[in-house]
């Protein structure tokens, strides 16, 4: 009875933890969208500069990072070598940056609530750029998977009451340059065997974010911030916003490093709808049935995504458990064969 019920208190502390580190990461994450949208919108704060406000977030946490682990060394640095450095983390930075630049933009054009319905497509982009890059092996029945979450999606765009061409495709392609830096990560750090937690990634991807996102802010808003002399920097509307940046960068470490990748995706497919219903109920963005209906095809397919690849893991770590089974098998089969030899010879004897 005593080992049962340490047994269950342990379960329930896991599952406990679990789902509080779920509410923190969907919390930051909503948080940073729904404050994004606030600054960026014309109808909110307007203050339309996205480049402006990434890059304040990227100086806002390389500042930090360098602070945690330069001054109060809180987090050992990663030792890397300048070639690494320029051939995995420069390209995963510029990815990064262009991403986040596109993401952002798109607030100023959709509706949160729609923004939620087209990352759907994540999923999709990082399985067709896994294929490309031969990460992912090809099978058709989950590329029907991908093309039912796209139609889903198109059925949603279809149904969107303030498309914008220009915005979908800004969005469109933070997704694309998200997936492919999801998946460079895989193949750059993990081949070499970098782990990066979030304070070491900030440490180095954050600069180099910075530099890669000056050159077209010198070109595109520069001149625009240069000439609003009506413009002052806000810096509780802009320390917080970018204090909850950071602190979702920690959170996301939190969530998989505590639960796994798979369980994000989960927990992402929930903020998105949390996210469309606030978006309806409090920005009064509108959301019409075929929004709800193409996205709810959309949200079966990523469902039966993330169930595939939780057979997929289980079969794996099954798998894992049975190999030493298998091995000690083979060794007995050995030992009795060596014994059965050597009595034979006794015999011969």
């Known amino acids: 009875m005593g080992k049962g019920g340490a047994l269950s208190e342990g379960v329930i502390k896991k599952i406990v933890l679990s789902y509080t580190y779920v509410a923190i990461w969907i919390f930051l994450s909503f948080?940073?969208?729904?404050?994004?949208?606030?600054?960026?919108?014309?109808?909110?704060?307007?203050?339309?500069?996205?480049?402006?406000?990434?890059?304040?977030?990227?100086?806002?946490?390389?500042?930090?990072?360098?602070?945690?682990?330069?001054?109060?060394?809180?987090?050992e640095p990663v030792s890397m070598s300048r070639d690494t450095y320029l051939r995995s983390i420069v390209p995963i930075g510029a990815l990064y940056s262009i991403s986040l630049w596109l993401s952002n933009s798109a607030y100023?054009?959709?509706?949160?609530?729609?923004?939620?319905?087209?990352?759907?497509?994540?999923?999709?982009?990082?399985?067709?750029?896994?294929?490309?890059?031969?990460?992912?092996?090809?099978?058709?029945?989950?590329?029907?998977?991908?093309?039912?979450?796209?139609?889903?999606?198109?059925?949603?765009?279809?149904g969107e009451a303030r498309f914008d061409v220009w915005g979908v495709i800004l969005q469109l392609g933070a997704v694309a340059f998200e997936a492919t830096r999801l998946v460079l990560i895989q193949i750059l750090l993990t081949s070499k065997g970098i782990n990066l937690n979030p304070i070491t990634s900030l440490y180095y991807?954050?600069?180099?974010?910075?530099?890669?996102?000056?050159?077209?802010?010198?070109?595109?808003?520069?001149?625009?911030?240069?000439?609003?002399?009506?413009?002052?920097?806000?810096?509780?509307?802009?320390?917080?916003?970018?204090?909850?940046?950071?602190?979702?960068?920690?959170?996301?470490?939190?969530?998989?490093?505590?639960?796994?990748?798979?369980?994000?995706?989960?927990?992402?497919?929930?903020?998105?709808?949390?996210?469309?219903?606030?978006s309806w109920s409090v920005i009064k963005d509108t959301v019409t049935p075929i929004n709800l209906f193409g996205y709810g095809l959309a949200f079966l397919g990523v469902g039966y995504y993330n169930h595939s690849k939780l057979q997929a893991l289980k079969a794996k770590e099954a798998q894992k458990k049975t190999q030493p089974t298998d091995e000690e098998a083979g060794k007995l089969l050995e030992e009795r064969e060596g014994e059965g030899a050597a009595k034979r010879n006794e015999s011969r004897d």
């Not at 609530?113 to 497509?121: G, H, P, R, T």
């Not at 029945?141 to 991908?146: A, K, P, Q």
């Open 108 to 158: 100023i054009y959709l509706s949160v609530s729609f923004i939620q319905m087209l990352k759907a497509l994540m999923p999709v982009a990082v399985y067709s750029i896994g294929v490309l890059f031969k990460k992912e092996t090809f099978k058709s029945d989950t590329m029907t998977n991908m093309l039912s979450i796209s139609f889903g999606v198109a059925i949603a765009a279809y």
């Open 205 to 278: 991807v954050a600069p180099c974010c910075l530099v890669f996102l000056f050159v077209p802010w010198i070109f595109v808003e520069y001149p625009v911030l240069r000439d609003t002399s009506s413009f002052h920097f806000d810096f509780l509307i802009f320390g917080t916003n970018s204090l909850c940046a950071f602190a979702l960068n920690l959170a996301v470490f939190l969530l998989v490093g505590k639960t796994s990748a798979l369980t994000m995706n989960v927990a992402g497919v929930v903020k998105d709808w949390l996210l469309i219903a606030f």
């Open 31 to 75: 948080t940073v969208i729904v404050y994004n949208k606030y600054i960026l919108d014309k109808k909110m704060y307007n203050w339309p500069f996205p480049i402006t406000l990434t890059m304040i977030h990227m100086a806002f946490c390389s500042t930090l990072a360098v602070l945690l682990i330069k001054v109060f060394k809180v987090v």
